[in-house]
């Protein structure tokens, strides 16, 4: 048995991860319904993280549990996994030409120590035609991802530039999240 648990089905995640790790077992975590009326749109994935990693810490105590959730956020609105082509579209069209802010959620939890923390990375897109949005949502790539793009994937093509964490955007920010388990567990 690992000392780690990972609550999160992302494959991204799990790759991110065991650059730390390679100690790591994946239990899914529960996704709530929906989220508060008192979350605001910036605390978003941390709130999510925490949901994810208490709902699985509450069966496994005596391990490290780690939450992890992404969003991406524009004109001070969430962008989730999109529902379908044309969400994923709708989404594209608005990230086009602009910049956004890519925040992920952590929470590391161990007995009763809760620790959270998020990190920002802006991301600029390139105006965007709509032969490209086509061509990009028929990859398939945008469905599983916070704001319709994979940045590790095919969305680099639509990717002008970023300041902040790469890693972040991909959905876990490893080197803070390292020192972060460091200081959790007094390494």
């Not at 992920?104 to 007995?111: A, E, F, L, S, V």
């Not at 990859?139 to 972040?168: H, M």
């Not at 388990?181 to 007094?186: D, M, Q, V």
């Amino acid at each position: 048995m690992s000392s780690i648990i990972l609550a999160s089905q992302s494959p991204r995640r799990q790759e991110l991860i065991a650059r730390i790790t390679e100690d790591f077992e994946v239990i899914v975590a529960e996704e709530p319904t929906e989220l508060p009326s008192d979350v605001k749109p910036e605390e978003t994935p941390v709130f999510l993280a925490s949901y994810k990693a208490g709902s699985v810490a509450v069966n496994h105590r005596d391990r490290i549990v780690i939450g992890a959730d992404t969003v991406v956020l524009v004109d001070d609105k969430v962008l989730g996994k999109p529902k379908d082509q044309a969400d994923a579209e709708r989404m594209l069209r608005l990230l086009s030409g602009r910049k956004h802010t890519v925040i992920t959620g952590c929470c590391i939890i161990c007995d009763s120590r809760w620790l959270t923390f998020s990190s920002k990375t802006q991301v600029e897109f390139y105006e965007l035609s709509d032969r490209e949005i086509a061509e990009y949502i028929a990859t398939g790539e945008p469905f599983d991802k916070a704001g319709a793009y994979g940045i590790q994937g095919q969305g680099s093509l639509l990717v002008k530039g970023i300041e902040g964490d790469y890693f972040n955007v991909m959905g876990l920010p490893v080197a803070r999240l390292k020192r972060e388990l460091e200081h959790f567990t007094g390494e």
